[in-house]
């Protein structure tokens, strides 16, 4: 394949322009190239209106992924990053169709990677939910001036006082970090989750990954994972967190399991997943010991025995086809909290065509699973979790009020730390240190400054929640849960209006 | 804005109907002519073990359909000892309203299930007859009844000659419709059983606390958010056995910091077991059962209530003209505080005077 290897050539949809008026390349500065980590940008020689010989920035036309760590980084204001025109502009072969096929012929075939969540043109429900308002026959409530309250508890709870209650999980935020372990992501963000999360009363998810001894001191506010791999899982590790969850699936990727390459594996990573240093960690599509859902309720008992029944297990699933059915299995099975993870949600890794064409949205899954439990009679044993999608704090209200009793975010937390959403987590270049262990870059991470980045977040995020609640005339979030009758649709047809259980705006 | 009154005699004295009348007459202001109503106690004495319950029929007369099938359907279920009209007294200001009907009956011993009481028997009926077309229960409780309609709730009053009537304990509402529509059904009290409830506010956990309801079996019919209060007050006390007490403070809940403050156990795990119970927006309301009321408020105390004693009579009042109208000098007259429960219970049956 010599003769037509640039038939295959794909350029990337992006590159950065260098403004060279405010470029100070001629007193030396390299920040552009340094910071880039994925090779696009280099200096080449010109010579200087002196004579003198100069290094001035350079785009490779490569690899640009619009990240934005060079715009960011430059002290000039010299960058800016610009879409390549490439193809005609046909509207159903689109550049990504086509890189896509180009990449595959050119290569070695196989399967196509990416990080982040799905991109599809799929309706974002949340966008056609509005919520209602106080107006003259009730009066609004102002946070500022009277107590409103987002305390949420997680676990199972009996249906009648007086039976005693299992351990639950006090959320002062019902907002979580989502999953994402160890080795997708470097120990410093992992601290600074820890740490945010202390701070604000809420928690944060290990992930599949293990959890690395120097944060154990966070374990109150940490929710450790078993994912298919078991990797990091010991007696030790379950008894370190405050809660325990059975990984079966993600949105990002249903049915499918999960790659660390052997590059990654660092010592550090190496000691906390319990894997021979520089070998890959392969996390299986099902759990070897999960063909059904007696399974699932043997693995959720051994977790509870193990533990002592001193922690709620939640189990994680993605939002799929049949979410409803599945979740109250689930909640029988004996699990105390269920994450069901829409389509949307990240990864670091997933094949394109499972990430695009896989599950489905978080809104129309959590709305039917919290009417099945309800039908059911059952909704007081389990806690449901929304995730996968959720974009600001008014999506953590409206998921609520569809039935979520919290909600995990994650892609929020990456933008949060500088992430530009540029969906090549699985490369280990991140430019912000995030979602790579290098040396050099992890180093980009300082854990302070993230921690207070996260806990910002939080924070703005429970102040706009409170907002919300009290333009509402609710002043306590149980009050809201489950509560339909505070959203009305727009633009949604009849069976999306059913499922979601609201009625149309106007009605 | 809406007006409510509770007139209470603890040691059971029956007064009659124009006491209450005229106590809520004097609120007019607080209502549009769009609803009035009364819940009253001890009127049926002579029928004091059989269950009482006032039906609405809309539409034709009574030569409604739906009579029939309400009627087929009751005496499948129950023994129907008695049924007659409710004497109605139109006027120019009330000319017309749907057909009332009182039946005075207790379930058949074989309909009742392993899984269910006596009560719970009852409380099926009545969510299924207001599944019916055109049929609605107003109220099902023993010894007791409801008279409501659209109007001024003086008007109400005269249209059924509640002064008529004899009864230990009143309540009154007078309505001022602003999320659902006037018709008689919305009217208050709202009643399941032998529990009633006259509310002035919104409740904005309606959709919460109205899903939760649903899976214990009430259903809401009778699109009004008050409704929601009945069937929350019946299921906490009634089915899970919560103490009154307790049951307001589900309701009406302090706040998880002073909660954490007095480390309270009990308190927790009542407001983490029935969040979806939680009552929120601005509410006062008086909840009344065979044998007592409860006077409760939201917990930012967004709507006024007064309470107040003379002797062994407790009154409840949107206004306190109300009260200063039927007790100009009382013993005592407070405002309860946001959140706290007036809990008034009747002295027992044996030891009340029961003077007519």
Redesign the interface.
């Known amino acids: 394949m010599e003769k037509m290897k640039n038939n295959w050539k794909v350029v990337p949809p992006f590159h950065p322009e260098f403004d060279l008026e405010r470029c100070d390349y001629e007193s030396g500065c390299d920040i552009c190239a340094r910071e880039c980590s994925f090779g696009e940008i280099s200096r080449k020689p010109v010579k200087g209106k002196d004579g003198n010989v100069y290094y001035r920035p350079w785009a490779n036309l490569t690899s640009c992924g619009a990240c934005q760590r060079c715009v960011k980084m430059c002290p000039g204001d010299a960058i800016h990053i610009t879409r390549s025109t490439m193809h005609t502009g046909h509207n159903y072969w689109t550049d990504e169709y086509v890189n896509s096929i180009w990449k595959q012929a050119g290569s070695e075939g196989g399967v196509l990677l990416v990080g982040n969540g799905s991109t599809g043109p799929q309706r974002r429900y949340f966008d056609h939910l509005l919520f209602d308002a106080?107006q003259?026959?009730?009066?609004s409530?102002d946070p500022l001036r009277?107590?409103m309250?987002i305390?949420t508890?997680l676990g199972r709870?009996?249906q009648?006082?007086?039976d005693?209650?299992e351990p639950?999980l006090k959320l002062d935020i019902p907002i979580m970090f989502g999953a994402m372990s160890f080795g997708a992501l470097n120990l410093r963000v992992h601290e600074a989750e820890a740490r945010a999360t202390k701070r604000t009363g809420t928690f944060w998810n290990t992930g599949e990954g293990g959890f690395h001894k120097s944060l154990r001191e966070y374990g109150e506010n940490t929710i450790v994972q078993i994912a298919s791999g078991r990797f990091g899982v010991s007696e030790d590790y379950l008894k370190s967190a405050a809660a325990v969850e059975i990984k079966v699936g993600q949105g990002a990727k249903p049915g499918i399991g999960g790659h660390l390459p052997g590059e990654k594996v660092s010592k550090a990573i190496s000691e906390t997943r319990m894997i021979p240093e520089g070998s890959d960690a392969l996390s299986p599509a099902p759990h070897h010991d999960i063909y059904s859902i007696e399974d699932l309720r043997q693995l959720i008992y051994a977790i509870k025995e193990a533990t002592e029944y001193r922690v709620p297990v939640s189990v994680k699933i993605a939002a799929v086809h049949n979410v409803a059915p599945i979740v109250s299995g689930i909640a029988r099975a004996g699990a105390d909290i269920i994450a069901i993870d829409g389509f949307r949600g990240g990864t670091g890794a997933s094949p394109l065509q499972i990430r695009q064409n896989t599950g489905i949205p978080i809104e129309l899954a959590i709305a039917a699973a919290d009417q099945r439990l309800?039908e059911e009679?059952i909704?007081?044993s389990v806690s449901l979790i929304a995730s996968g999608g959720i974009q600001t704090s008014a999506d953590v209200l409206k998921a609520i009020?569809l039935g979520a009793d919290a909600v995990y975010v994650a892609t929020p937390v990456l933008i949060a730390l500088g992430c530009g959403v540029c969906q090549r987590c699985f490369s280990g270049k991140c430019a912000y240190g995030i979602t790579t262990n290098k040396p050099g870059l992890a180093e980009r991470i300082d854990v302070d400054e993230a921690t207070d980045a996260l806990t910002n977040l939080l924070r703005a995020w429970a102040e706009e929640m409170e907002e919300l609640m009290g333009s509402?005339?609710?002043?306590?979030i149980?009050?809201?849960?489950?509560?339909?009758?505070?959203l009305r649709g727009i633009n949604l047809n009849d069976e999306e209006l059913r499922i979601l259980g609201v009625k149309h705006a106007g009605a | 804005?809406c007006g409510i009154v509770g007139i209470i005699n603890a040691d059971r004295s029956l007064i009659d109907g124009s006491f209450i009348r005229e106590a809520i007459r004097i609120q007019r202001e607080r209502g549009n002519g769009l609803g009035g109503g009364f819940a009253a106690y001890g009127v049926y004495p002579e029928h004091k073990d059989k269950y009482a319950f006032h039906i609405m029929y809309q539409g034709e007369g009574r030569h409604n359909a739906v009579i029939h099938d309400v009627e087929d359907y009751l005496e499948s279920k129950t023994k129907i000892y008695q049924s007659q009209e409710i004497p109605v007294y139109p006027s120019d200001r009330i000319p017309k309203g749907p057909y009332f009907k009182r039946y005075f009956l207790k379930p058949i011993e074989e309909q009742i299930q392993p899984d269910q009481s006596e009560e719970d028997l009852i409380v099926e009926i009545v969510m299924h007859i207001n599944t019916m077309n055109g049929a609605f229960v107003v109220s099902s409780g023993k010894n007791m009844g409801v008279f409501k309609g659209v109007g001024y709730p003086e008007d109400v009053a005269d249209y059924f000659r509640i002064q008529d009537y004899k009864a230990h304990m009143w309540i009154a509402h007078n309505r001022f419709p602003?999320?659902t529509p006037g018709w008689w059904g919305g009217a208050h009290p709202f009643t399941i059983l032998d529990k009633a409830v006259v509310h002035n506010?919104?409740i904005?956990?309606?959709?919460?606390n109205?899903?939760?309801l649903?899976?214990?079996g009430y259903f809401c019919r009778l699109k009004t958010d008050t409704e929601v209060i009945t069937y929350i007050y019946d299921k906490l006390t009634r089915?899970?056995?919560?103490s009154m007490n307790?049951a307001c403070y589900v309701m009406a809940?302090s706040?998880?910091?002073e909660i954490d403050r007095e480390n309270d156990g009990k308190k927790r795990?009542?407001?983490?077991?029935?969040?979806?119970a939680?009552?929120?927006?601005?509410f006062g309301v008086v909840l009344t059962h065979y044998n007592g009321a409860i006077i409760l408020n939201d917990?930012?105390k967004?709507r006024p209530v007064v309470c107040a004693r003379k002797g062994n009579t407790y009154y409840a009042s949107s206004e306190e003209c109300s009260i200063r109208l039927l007790s100009p000098e009382v013993d005592e007259i407070w405002s309860p505080r946001g959140g706290e429960p007036v809990i008034v219970d009747l002295l027992p049956e044996e030891d009340s005077r029961g003077v007519a």
């Open positions: 106080c003259v026959t009730n009066p409530i009277e107590p309250e305390r508890y709870k009996p009648v006082f007086g005693g209650i639950q309800r009679k909704r007081n009020c509402m005339g609710i002043s306590t149980e009050a809201l849960r489950g509560n339909r009758d505070r | 804005m602003t999320n506010g919104e904005t956990s309606y959709g919460t109205l899903r939760w649903e899976m214990y089915k899970d056995g919560l307790d809940p706040l998880w910091e795990a009542l407001r983490q077991i029935y969040g979806q939680v009552v929120n927006g601005p917990r930012n967004l």
